[in-house]
């Protein structure tokens, strides 16, 4: 073995082939004897390599194993000259071609690589390789085309963006119908002005009606989507609400709707609206909007909110369509797997208008740490019902919700049912800040007590404003004036004033004599009728909407602002 280590290496077969230009018998004899020598001692040298191999990997020499493993390597590229020499040779192969296969193998080449044997080929490939990379090479161009485009155009949109003027208040435009096909959600050109961010108000944009659902005979849910496509151009809390506008014969209504689907589903926004036989916005809603309209939106607003982290468990009491605010919590609350305990009491009119039945009961077999107490007014006709009957009652919280009194509760609902609750709730022990609410109407009552509002001190050009409008004053007639008044509102850009009863809010008297002041839910959440107080105090109930910085620069929510005496504002 040490002998076949250290004896020289047979002189190189290929080299010899390519030199031989015919096949003679003796080229012939003298090849196969070199190849088999070269089989011989490739054998040979294999088997010491492998020896050599072992030893080193019993000692953990690894250097000596990778040494052995090189000349392994080079005992099977001899063996396997040889034998390719005797394979050529049986199959009657000339010696110069014997030696071009070798070559080509060794550099990668396919078999009709050479202008020698075959056809002139383009850099020495087959056609259809040099096919193959060219389609390649014009796929991943076109590929790249695409791609600069794509960005060049976001960044112009970008651009255009940032660019737009922020809009104070939201544009009401009536709804935009297609004249002809009705259009589906995925609208791609041309692209619709996005977001927009007006200072306080949020978002302002327009949204399109993807799907309209009819819940219960007076309820439907109406899909949102980003006509752009793509997630919902902003982000919001599980309770909050969004402002809509439009224009209904002439005039601009606004009105407020809770987004019922959750943040955790973000390509789309669901309100669900209880049609009011009477009401402007619902009616509108219900009768007129089709899918694929565009409905004026800002927002969203509120802070009757809950997404888990405040509390380790939730009590949700609903009447009616009041549940829309807890349906988005809940729906959050599973939908991330909450670990708390939540508990929904809910109260409606009849078996028939219980919103959210289906899936309240599929949550409530998916999720045991949901509780579902519901109560109705009557059982309709058609419909089964085993439950809870009446009104919620002090026995119907104790018993659906253990140990309420240490429970966070949210209320939602018709201001009665809400006032009664919040009496219950005082029975059972809660105290009244573990309580939150949120009135889809006026609330009277139901808030804390009303707190001044102390104004800034007008500025000089307001001063001067307000000496005119006092002389204005004495130009309204008694009988644009609502109720008996202790006090004038004096509206110092309109010119105008008007007494002010103390039962009527600053935003009622305007409306009454034709000052325009923008509202949307009328119940001091949204903030849409902030307005400078320039003179004098007022008291509101409600001042969600109104934040420290607002108050620092004497804003005041006109749907909400009382005044005993003379008050001056910006409107
Ligand atoms: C923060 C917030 C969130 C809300 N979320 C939801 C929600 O998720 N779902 C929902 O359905 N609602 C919600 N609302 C209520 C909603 O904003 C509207 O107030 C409601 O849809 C009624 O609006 P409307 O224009 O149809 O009725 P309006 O025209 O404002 O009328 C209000 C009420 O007065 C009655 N009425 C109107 N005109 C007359 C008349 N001439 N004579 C006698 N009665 C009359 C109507 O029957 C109605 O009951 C929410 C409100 C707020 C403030
Ligand atoms: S109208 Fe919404 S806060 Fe006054």
């Not at 280590?5 to 390519?18: E, V």
């Amino acid at each position: 073995m040490m002998g076949c280590m250290n004896r020289p290496p047979p002189k190189q077969l290929y080299p010899q082939l390519m030199e031989l230009p015919a096949m003679t018998p003796e080229a012939r004899a003298k090849i196969e004897a070199d190849a088999r020598e070269h089989i011989n001692a490739g054998n040979a040298a294999l088997a010491q390599a492998q020896n050599d191999y072992h030893r080193a990997m019993i000692g953990n020499d690894t250097a000596g194993m990778v040494a052995a493993m090189t000349r392994q390597r080079v005992a099977l590229g001899e063996m396997e000259s040889g034998t390719a020499a005797l394979r050529a040779l049986s199959e009657g192969q000339p010696p110069r071609q014997i030696a071009l296969a070798w070559f080509r193998e060794q550099m990668n080449l396919s078999p009709g690589a050479s202008s020698v044997d075959g056809p002139v080929r383009p850099f020495g490939i087959s056609w259809f390789h040099f096919i193959s990379m060219v389609v390649a090479a014009l796929f991943a161009l076109t590929v790249l085309a695409f791609g600069v485009a794509r960005h060049r155009r976001s960044i112009a949109l970008v651009n255009q963006l940032t660019k737009a003027t922020p809009v104070p208040v939201p544009v009401p435009v009536p709804v935009q119908r297609p004249p002809a096909q009705p259009p589906t959600p995925q609208v791609t050109a041309p692209p619709m002005p996005r977001a927009v961010v007006a200072p306080g108000r949020g978002w302002i944009g327009s949204l399109l009606v993807a799907s309209i659902v009819r819940e219960t005979p007076h309820v439907k849910t109406f899909r949102l989507v980003d006509p752009n496509g793509g997630p919902v151009p902003f982000t919001f809390v599980p309770g909050q609400f969004l402002n809509f506008s439009t224009d209904i014969e002439g005039r601009t209504i606004r009105r407020s709707y809770t987004i019922a689907s959750p943040p955790s589903r973000n390509s789309y926004v669901e309100i669900t609206v209880k049609r009011e036989d009477e009401g402007e916005f619902s009616r509108f809603l219900h009768d007129k909007l089709a899918v694929g309209d565009v409905l004026q939106v800002s927002g969203p607003a509120g802070a009757f909110t809950f997404d888990g982290g405040t509390a380790d468990n939730i009590v949700l009491i609903a009447g009616g369509v009041g549940i829309t605010p807890m349906m988005c919590v809940i729906r959050y609350l599973t939908d991330t797997s909450w670990p708390g305990e939540v508990f929904l009491v809910f109260a409606m009119r009849s078996t028939e208008e219980f919103i959210f039945r289906e899936e309240l009961e599929y949550l409530q077999r998916r999720y045991p740490r949901l509780h579902v107490a519901a109560t109705v007014g009557s059982r309709s006709e058609g419909t089964a019902w085993m439950g809870l009957e009446g009104p919620i009652s002090r026995e119907t919280l104790a018993h659906a919700v253990p140990g309420i009194e240490k429970r966070r509760v949210h209320l939602c609902g018709p201001p009665p049912m809400m006032e009664a609750i919040r009496g219950l709730l005082g029975e059972l022990g809660v105290p009244p800040d573990q309580i939150k609410t949120e009135a889809f109407g006026p609330a009277t009552g139901l808030v804390p007590p009303a707190r001044p509002a102390p104004p800034p001190p007008p500025p000089a050009s307001v001063a001067r404003l307000l000496d005119k409008v006092d002389a204005a004053a004495a130009d309204v007639s008694p009988q644009q004036a609502v109720g008996p008044a202790t006090a004038t509102v004096s509206f110092a850009r309109s010119a105008r004033s008007a007494p002010l009863p103390p039962d009527k809010s600053v935003l009622e008297v305007a409306e009454s004599i034709g000052v325009p002041i923008d509202y949307s839910c009328r119940v001091g959440t949204c903030g849409i009728c902030k307005t400078r107080l320039l003179s004098g105090q007022v008291t509101m109930e409600v001042q969600d909407a109104l934040t420290d910085e607002d108050k620092a620069n004497g804003l005041i929510l006109a749907c909400q602002a009382h005044a005993l005496h003379d008050i001056a504002v910006d409107a």
